[in-house]
T-cell receptor, first 114, second 109 residues
Framework: NAGVMQNPRHLVRRRGQEARLRCSPMKGHSHVYWYRQLPEEGLKFMVYLQKENIIDESGMPKERFSAEFPKEGPSILRIQQVVRGDSAAYFC????????????FGEGSWLTVV | DAKTTQPNSMESNEEEPVHLPCNHSTISGTDYIHWYRQLPSQGPEYVIHGLTSNVNNRMASLAIAEDRKSSTLILHRATLRDAAVYYCIRGLHTDKLIFGTGTRLQVFP
């Protein structure tokens, strides 16, 4: 049973470009979460999604960031017009359902904005 | 607000037991206590979780105080591979874990 798969593992973008990070949850998991970890800082919750629904986006920056989890395919975290401050590790996690279930993290996607 | 308090760092020698404390004095009756750890350049890894009773698994043991205001993660025999940042998290719903700064565990040979 494959774990949470994230790609790309490393991504370099110039300022102003778009970054797309993909996350395939574990088999049988219908809930996806995105976290961001800035250099030398802790993990910050960004967004929680179920298939075709955003459940909680209280941690998402108001502009340039969006997330989706379509009926088919991986969850996508999209960052438009990237700036240097977006350089971070972005972690995806999944769980089979909410309330009482452990969430499992992927290995992360490291975004570097130059 | 992580709502848990952990020491910034701890040290241990290999093969010795490690007790990582966590205070969660404002925990509610339905909050679970979760522990994750993060090795350098890796994603967080689930360690253990519990509600009221002590819990054991192949990785660790979780001792929860009777009043649930604190808990202790116990690594029975530390190895070099256990060097990581350990996060204690309380959560009403595990669908939104709020991570604090954790405890950085160093293990010496």
């Amino acid at each position: 049973n494959a774990g949470v798969m994230q790609n790309p593992r490393h991504l370099v973008r110039r300022r102003g470009q778009e970054a797309r990070l993909r996350c395939s949850p574990m088999k049988g998991h219908s809930h996806v979460y995105w976290y961001r970890q800035l250099p030398e800082e802790g993990l910050k919750f960004m967004v929680y999604l179920q298939k075709e629904n955003i459940i909680d986006e209280s941690g998402m920056p108001k502009e340039r960031f969006s997330a989706e989890f379509p009926k088919e395919g991986p969850s996508i975290l999209r960052i438009q017009q990237v700036v240097r401050g977006d350089s971070a590790a972005y972690f995806c996690a999944s769980s089979p359902q909410n309330s009482g279930n452990t969430i499992y993290f992927g290995e992360g996607s490291w975004l570097t904005v130059v | 607000d992580a709502k848990t308090t952990q020491p910034n760092s701890m040290e241990s020698n290999e093969e010795e037991p490690v007790h990582l404390p966590c205070n969660h004095s404002t925990i509610s009756g339905t909050d679970y206590i979760h522990w994750y750890r993060q090795l350098p350049s890796q994603g967080p890894e689930y360690v253990i979780h519990g509600l009221t009773s002590n819990v054991n698994n192949r990785m660790a043991s979780l001792a929860i105080a009777e009043d649930r205001k604190s808990s202790t993660l116990i690594l029975h025999r530390a190895t070099l591979r256990d060097a990581a940042v350990y996060y204690c998290i309380r959560g009403l719903h595990t669908d939104k874990l709020i991570f604090g700064t954790g405890t950085r565990l160093q293990v010496f040979p």
